[in-house]
């Protein structure tokens, strides 16, 4: 068996992004050491047909970690399909444009961390590794998971530190660095959050002038319940439409 390629040497951590890399945890705690070079010889092969490159370093408490990288052609065509994906399923109104096996840049850093996520994690018949942490074969593999991005990380944590609200700049920001899920659950809990101080105002008041059991206090809870949720259901129509426009824009 050919030996995996390996990774070439990062440049500095101030400028480097880790979009194109991933990590695999692989622990051979009570394993068999025969058992442990099968199956880490086994994980590195599927990656290459996957077209990846792995390099594999000593971890902690009995762990090696698989370093996994895309090269640029393979994570580029994958990016492409996953949006023409989105298109087919009707997730996007507007085709990627482009034709078959083209390679694009993602529109942002998390857009590229989650293709290189389908590259390890997919079946095979998907294009992928196949590897799924803590199941058949893989049962030993306790995780997979990105390199984070220190510099963008603090720099983001910076930003948000002095902002009492979040606007929708905000959002794009740790929606690129961490993806759309991450960014719709900052954007929900502050909208919650907000609206939270009608029932806290007036759930004083109905304590302090209101019987208990107030039927008053009740119909007021409901309305303001139908309200929060019709608003939350605009607002993340109107998220969906900015963020929607705002890849499209990157793209072009």
């Not at 077209?51 to 640029?72: H, N, W």
Request: one cysteine or more; hydrophobic letters at 45%.
């Amino acid at each position: 068996m050919e030996p995996p390629a390996t990774l070439k040497p990062s440049v500095s951590h101030q400028t480097q992004a880790y979009n194109d890399q991933y990590v695999i945890v692989y622990r051979f705690k009570d394993v068999d050491p025969d058992v442990a070079s099968k199956e880490i010889a086994l994980m590195c092969q599927d990656l290459a047909s996957a077209s990846l490159q792995t390099e594999i370093r000593a971890g902690c408490d009995r762990t090696l970690l698989v370093f996994v990288k895309a090269p640029r052609e393979i994570l580029g065509s994958f990016v492409y399909n996953s949006r023409v994906k989105d298109w087919l399923y009707g997730i996007v109104q507007s085709h990627p444009g482009g034709v078959k096996n083209a390679v694009v840049d993602g529109a942002f850093e998390a857009e590229d961390i989650l293709s290189i996520y389908h590259l390890v994690n997919w079946p095979k018949t998907n294009g992928g590794a196949g590897i799924t942490p803590g199941w058949g074969q893989w049962e030993n593999v306790e995780s997979i998971f990105p390199l984070h991005n220190e510099a963008a990380n603090m720099a983001l944590l910076k930003q948000l530190s002095s902002r009492l609200f979040l606007a929708n700049n905000d959002l794009d920001q740790i929606r690129n660095l961490s993806g759309t899920k991450a960014a719709f659950y900052f954007a929900f809990i502050q909208t919650y959050a907000v609206f939270l101080a009608f029932p806290a105002i007036t759930g004083l008041l109905a304590w302090r002038f209101l019987p208990s059991y107030s039927l008053v206090y009740a119909i007021i809870t409901t309305v303001w319940c139908t309200v929060f949720l019709e608003h939350w259901k605009i607002r993340q129509t109107d998220l969906s439409i900015i963020h929607l426009l705002t890849i499209t824009h990157a793209r072009m």
